[in-house]
C-alpha cells in the first residue's frame, strides 16, 4: 500500500528521533488520518510514522458510490438525458363471437417506439371455438411482414415461445399499430373466444 503523506511544519535536526508537523494525509494499513494529527517519529521495524494528539483517528473502509448504468447520465440535477427503456404497449382485449369474429388490435405510440416481442393469450368456450387467430401487423400504413397473407398471431405471441423476437419499423409518436385479425373457423351458437394483446419493445424516453 502507499504509505505517502504530507508533513507542514519544522523538520527538526538530524539528532532528533524524527520529524514535527501535521499530517494532511495519509493512507496505510491502519486507515486515513484526518487533520490535526502529530508525527513525532517512525517505527524502525514499519517504516510507518508514529502519530500522537488527536490522531490517529480511524476510519473504516472507503465506500465509492457507483451509479446504475440504467439512471444514465443528467444534463442537469433533475433533468434526465434520452434514454431507450423495454416497455409494452398495450393492444386490447376482445371477445370473438358468432356475431363478431373480425377485430383490428390497435396501439397508439406516445414516443418512438420499436416493436420486437408480440405477446397473445386467449381462453376458449365451447366446442366450436377451435379457430386460430390470424392478423396482418401495420407498423402505420406500412405491413410488417414478408408477404400479405395473414400469420398467426397466437403462435407468434405465444407467452411460452423461447426466441421468438420480431424487428419491426421504428414508429414515431402519434403512430397507430395494429393486428387486423380474423378467425381461421367461424363461431356458433354461443361459442366464444377471448383475446388479449400486448407488443413489447424499445422506446426513446
Same mark, same amino acid.
Given at each position: 500500500?502507499?504509505?505517502? %503523506? ?42 510507518? =510514522? $508514529? ?21 444514465? #447520465? ?6 434526465? /438525458?434520452?434514454?431507450?427503456?423495454? &416497455? ?24 418512438? %417506439?420499436?416493436?420486437?416481442?408480440? &405477446?397473445?393469450? #386467449?381462453?376458449?368456450?365451447?366446442? +366450436?371455438?377451435?379457430?386460430? $387467430? &390470424?392478423?396482418?401487423? %401495420?407498423?402505420?400504413?406500412?405491413? /410488417?411482414?414478408?408477404?400479405?397473407? =395473414? ?9 411460452? /415461445? %423461447? ?6 419499423? =421504428? ?5 397507430? $399499430? ?5 378467425? #381461421? #373457423?367461424?363461431? +356458433?351458437? +354461443?361459442?366464444? $373466444?377471448? /383475446?388479449?394483446?400486448? &407488443? ?6
Amino acid at each position: 500500500m502507499s504509505r505517502h %503523506f504530507e508533513v507542514i511544519g519544522d523538520v527538526m535536526g538530524e539528532d532528533d528521533d524524527g520529524v514535527q508537523g501535521d499530517v494532511m494525509g495519509y493512507a496505510g494499513p491502519m486507515g486515513d488520518y484526518e487533520g490535526g494529527a502529530q508525527v513525532v517519529g517512525y517505527d524502525q521495524h514499519t517504516g510507518y =510514522p $508514529i502519530v500522537v494528539g488527536k490522531g490517529p483517528r480511524r476510519r473504516g473502509p472507503r465506500v465509492e458510490l457507483v451509479k446504475p448504468g440504467w439512471r444514465g #447520465s443528467q444534463i442537469a440535477p433533475g433533468v434526465i /438525458a434520452p434514454d431507450q427503456g423495454l &416497455l409494452p404497449l398495450p393492444m386490447g382485449n376482445f371477445t370473438f363471437n358468432a356475431t363478431t369474429q373480425i377485430f383490428t388490435f390497435q396501439g397508439q405510440v406516445q414516443k418512438p %417506439f420499436r416493436g420486437e416481442r408480440l &405477446l397473445v393469450t #386467449s381462453v376458449r368456450a365451447g366446442t +366450436t371455438a377451435v379457430g386460430r $387467430i &390470424l392478423g396482418q401487423i %401495420f407498423v402505420g400504413s406500412d405491413l /410488417a411482414a414478408l408477404d400479405v397473407p =395473414p400469420v398467426d398471431i397466437e403462435q407468434i405471441g405465444n407467452p411460452q /415461445a %423461447f426466441g421468438v423476437r420480431l424487428t419491426m419499423k =421504428p414508429a414515431q409518436p402519434g403512430v397507430f $399499430i395494429r393486428i387486423v385479425c380474423s378467425l #381461421s #373457423s367461424a363461431l +356458433t351458437t +354461443t361459442d366464444t $373466444i377471448f /383475446a388479449s394483446v400486448q &407488443l413489447l419493445g424499445r422506446n426513446i424516453h
